[in-house]
């Protein structure tokens, strides 16, 4: 696998979530979750199914709005403070890209429409499939590809447009051994070039000395969260 272009150092940031509270429907299903991420950190989100994590990735994302709390990025010496939203990829269940376009045009999409944040620099449509091992078949319709290289294109997503923060909700369930360990790397060399991770996952996916964060659910609602 070629040397990943876009691990340039990130500007200096930290991730910090606070007394994030969201619903899920009429019920709160987390309150007063706080943590603080620094360069090269991670979070790995654990519980059962529906307790909470997906919803948490998706405030954190700036997908969902939170009932309480906001989760923000401090930058350089702490001055500057702007929404996480805005340095984060979100990679969740669905891929997030168009089955009757080809693959370069996806992800020429994805990458001009997030653009580069966080003082780095996306790689090339080209040099992103070379990453996930798929070089040379970009010109394909993503309808006409497998399950399996469909995700890959999806995770390609992540280095198109450099962004500091990766969010990740079971970015390789269902994919082969192999998938995983070049998952792996990538999320591995994003830590490297002092980017930031939070994932739900069951799998190692080079968080190597992450923090872990236990989600409760509705169990949980009149506890504190903190990582």
């Known amino acids: ?26 019920d709160l299903i987390f309150v007063n979750v706080s943590f603080t991420l620094a360069v090269g950190e991670a979070l790995v989100l654990t519980g059962r199914n529906g307790s909470g994590k997906s919803t948490l990735l998706r405030v954190i994302a700036g997908l969902l709005r939170p009932e309480t709390g906001r989760a923000i990025c401090r930058m350089h010496g702490g001055d500057e403070v702007r929404p996480a939203g805005e340095f984060s990829h979100y990679l969740g269940h669905r891929n997030g890209m168009k089955r009757e376009l080809t693959v370069a045009e996806n992800l020429d999409f994805w990458k001009s429409f997030l653009g580069d944040t966080g ?18 078949i970009t010109h394909l319709p993503y309808g006409y590809l497998s399950a399996g290289q469909q995700r890959r294109f999806a995770m390609a997503r992540l280095l198109v447009a450099h962004r500091p923060i990766w969010i990740l909700d079971e970015p390789t369930a269902a994919l082969d051994r192999r998938a995983d360990a070049m998952f792996e790397d990538l999320v591995r060399r994003h830590r490297q070039a002092g980017g930031i991770v939070i994932a739900a996952t069951h799998q190692p996916l080079g968080m190597e000395g992450a923090a872990q964060l236990e989600m409760l659910g509705f169990d949980g609602v009149d506890l504190e969260y903190s990582a």
């Open 1 to 26: 696998m070629r040397q990943a272009s876009s691990c340039q150092k990130a500007t200096m940031i930290r991730l910090e979530a606070e007394n994030l509270s969201a619903r899920r429907g009429e």
């Open 119 to 136: 003082g780095g620099h996306g790689m090339s449509v080209e040099e992103a499939a070379d990453a996930v091992e798929l070089s040379g």
